[in-house]
């Protein structure tokens, strides 16, 4: 008798030990799902950086890039950047800050309250700004951000240009969420960019180069391009297309050429420059672009230094260059 409950308390045991472990067998299978779950999504975006998308358009005649940066930190999204950088509507040289940097003396309401005091001053703006309730640019352009960051890139509603869904922003949309959707997008791809702007014979320009990454972090491709502009009696116009997309049309040394021949043609052109060793503005940039790709970059890349029969000024291609690999260092 006292063997025959010796053995049914040990198949109890057996059953309680079976019942426990199938317990810790699920638990561990919810553990393991969840955990991979959370490593999908984190994988989402190939590497931690920042990822801008920016516009170039123009603002009352005048040129304006608008952008929209995302910072990627351990697989997730920790930040949203707007900012804008605008140009004098007369002379169209670009101002030295962008709207961010301005910060209150970007003046969003300044001519509303300079009706309001005979003696306006930045100091009584700002009172007034608080004073009416009103939020100056950059203010907006925060709650946005954190607006996105705790909700989504793709939770603001624009009707007819205007965001309706974000208490306190009376800002039209600016393109910000179109913005916003490139660069998370781009995040996920790995790419960013990074941009630099001058005058180039009295007629703004913008330089940039794109950044395209693999999963390894490891650069897949890399690219330098411009846009011009023409200045005609005081009225501003962006060129139709890019430096890149013109390829030899941009004619760099056609004029040079044209003196050489009575009847020039594009195809002459093509036969001229490799018959005088020259080349076209997009293939001196690409050889730049491809000796990078070829040897990695180092922050102290030169151009001159490295790639023979680039001809071109390439101060601003370097420094867009540097700033495109800040990002994702």
Do not use: R
Not at 152 to 171: H, K, P, R
Not at 293 to 298: A, D
């Amino acid at each position: 008798m006292k063997k025959l409950l010796m053995v049914l308390f040990a198949a109890f045991l057996v059953l309680g030990f079976a019942a426990c472990n199938g317990d810790d067998t699920t638990e561990t299978d919810e553990t393991t799902k969840q955990t991979t779950e959370e490593t999908t999504e984190a994988t989402e975006f190939k590497v931690d950086g920042e990822f801008m998308a920016f516009e170039i358009g123009e603002h009352y005649g005048a040129p304006m890039i608008t952008s929209v940066t995302v910072t990627v930190e351990d697989g997730e999204v920790v930040d949203y950047f707007i900012d804008a950088l605008q140009s004098d509507g007369e002379t169209f040289e670009w101002n030295e800050n962008t709207k961010k940097e301005l910060g209150y003396d970007y003046k969003m309401h300044y001519n509303a309250y300079s009706e309001t005091d005979d003696t306006p001053t930045m100091a009584e703006y700002e009172t007034w700004l608080d004073e009416n309730d009103k939020l100056e640019w950059f203010e907006q352009a925060e709650l946005i951000e954190e607006y996105w960051l705790e909700n989504g890139f793709d939770s603001v509603d624009v009707v007819d240009g205007e965001i309706d869904n974000v208490a306190g922003v009376t800002v039209s949309d600016g393109g910000y969420t179109t913005l916003a959707a490139e660069a998370v997008q781009q995040a996920k791809d790995g790419i960013t960019k990074a941009y630099s702007v001058s005058v180039n014979y009295g007629a703004p320009q913008v330089v940039w180069a794109t950044l395209d990454l693999d999963d390894n972090g490891d650069i897949e491709e890399l690219v330098i391009d411009t846009l011009q502009s023409t200045v005609d009696e005081g009225t501003f116009a962006w060129k139709d297309n890019t430096k890149q997309e013109l390829g030899y049309d941009y004619k760099m040394h056609y004029g040079t050429y044209s003196e050489t021949d009575d009847t020039p043609t594009m195809a002459e052109y093509e036969t001229w420059l490799e018959d005088n060793n020259k080349l076209e503005w997009f293939e001196q940039v690409n050889m730049i672009t491809d000796y990078i790709e070829e040897n990695g970059w180092e922050s102290s890349f030169n151009v001159q230094d490295s790639v023979a029969g680039v001809t071109v000024t390439t101060n601003a291609y370097e420094t867009v260059l540097e700033a495109v690999f800040a990002k994702v260092e």
